[in-house]
Nanobody, 128 residues
Framework: QVQLVESGGGLVQPGGSLRLSCGAYGFTLDYYAIGWFRQAPGSEREGVSCISSSGYTYYEDSVKGRFTISRDNAKNTVYLQMNNLEFDDPAVYYC??????????????????????WGQGTQVIVSS
């Protein structure tokens, strides 16, 4: 069964850090771009970051300089290191693979329609 599973969310104080993981099951990540998205209550799902099959990375302006995306193909896992978390960051965070597979991340923004095999999400809460 093809699926992506997110983990690592939780409660953190402003300025704190979390590392999210996106594990792939039933397929190999090697040839896919993987995107991270987030959705806050009452809001649309928005892109956060993307890593291409070759390791090119893209970040939305809202997280640039604070978040770092990486991949470990040997572990079939993509990570999102989130530092200096702010009150605007709380949401359910999802990962997805680009479908059909191109292996590339757009440098002009992430559109959820270009991705599939969505995981169940992991919740991030920022509270003092």
């Amino acid at each position: 069964q093809v699926q992506l599973v997110e983990s690592g969310g939780g409660l953190v104080q402003p300025g704190g850090s979390l590392r999210l993981s996106c594990g792939a099951y039933g397929f190999t990540l090697d040839y896919y771009a993987i995107g991270w998205f987030r959705q806050a209550p009452g809001s649309e799902r928005e892109g956060v970051s993307c890593i291409s099959s070759s390791g090119y990375t893209y970040y939305e302006d809202s997280v640039k300089g604070r978040f770092t995306i990486s991949r470990d193909n040997a572990k079939n896992t993509v990570y999102l290191q989130m530092n200096n978390l702010e009150f605007d960051d709380p949401a359910v965070y999802y990962c997805a693979r680009d479908l059909p597979p191109s292996g590339h991340c757009s440098g002009y923004g992430l559109d959820p329609v270009d991705f599939g095999s969505w995981g169940q999400g992991t919740q991030v809460i920022v509270s003092s």
